[in-house]
């Protein structure tokens, strides 16, 4: 079994790291939008429970961007040419590229607003300096924002790996599940 990507697939360090991510992102973006529509009592809940599932999962988020970027993106199969594959490529970086300003924007915002990021209740990472709301609310539209990018690009994302599984019948869904051969 191998642990790395070869030209054209991945290996287990790419497959775990995107299982995990994908993961992450999904119960992230259920538990973000819950924040903006919980009633008042419940609001500080769900955004403690956001962002310490973030601080959770950070570690493991940026080595998934950082190892994308480091290694490159494997190369198409024979069937996977033209267009798409290109589309899907860049779909890709620029959900990385979000899922990064998202994790430098979550944890800045909430230093802006001057409160400690709680974790499960198990530690506080605390705000270094006085709440300064008018940086924090940029940094809101920067991380909902980005979040929506991510909404968008996992729907392009899904989209692609659905017309690869029941129209181009081409192997691409196995890729991710099944690491690439030597």
């Known amino acids: 079994m191998r642990a ?17 991510t994908a993961i992450a992102i999904i119960v992230l973006l259920f538990a973000g939008s819950s924040i903006a529509s919980a009633d008042p009592q419940r609001r500080v809940a769900a955004l403690n429970f956001h962002t310490s599932v973030g601080v959770s999962c950070y ?9 994308r970027f480091w290694v490159g993106h494997p190369g198409p199969n024979d069937k996977q040419r033209g267009l798409f594959y290109e589309l899907g490529k ?3 970086y620029v959900l990385l590229i979000a899922l990064g300003v998202m994790l430098v924007s979550g944890p800045a915002m909430a230093w802006a607003s001057g409160t400690d990021i709680q974790v499960f209740g198990w530690f506080a990472i605390p705000a270094a300096s006085e709440p300064q709301f008018e940086l924090r609310d940029s940094l809101h539209l920067v991380h909902r924002s980005s979040a929506i990018i991510i909404f968008i690009g996992l729907v392009l994302h899904l989209g692609g790996v659905y ?4 129209f181009n019948h081409d192997g691409t869904f196995v890729k991710i599940i099944v690491p690439a051969k030597k």
């Open 4 to 20: 790395t990507d070869t030209p054209n697939g991945y290996g287990w360090i790419s497959i775990l790291l995107h299982w995990l």
């Open 59 to 67: 570690l493991i988020l940026w080595a998934r961007i950082i190892w």
């Open 90 to 92: 860049w779909t890709h």
């Open 163 to 166: 017309k690869h599984t029941a």
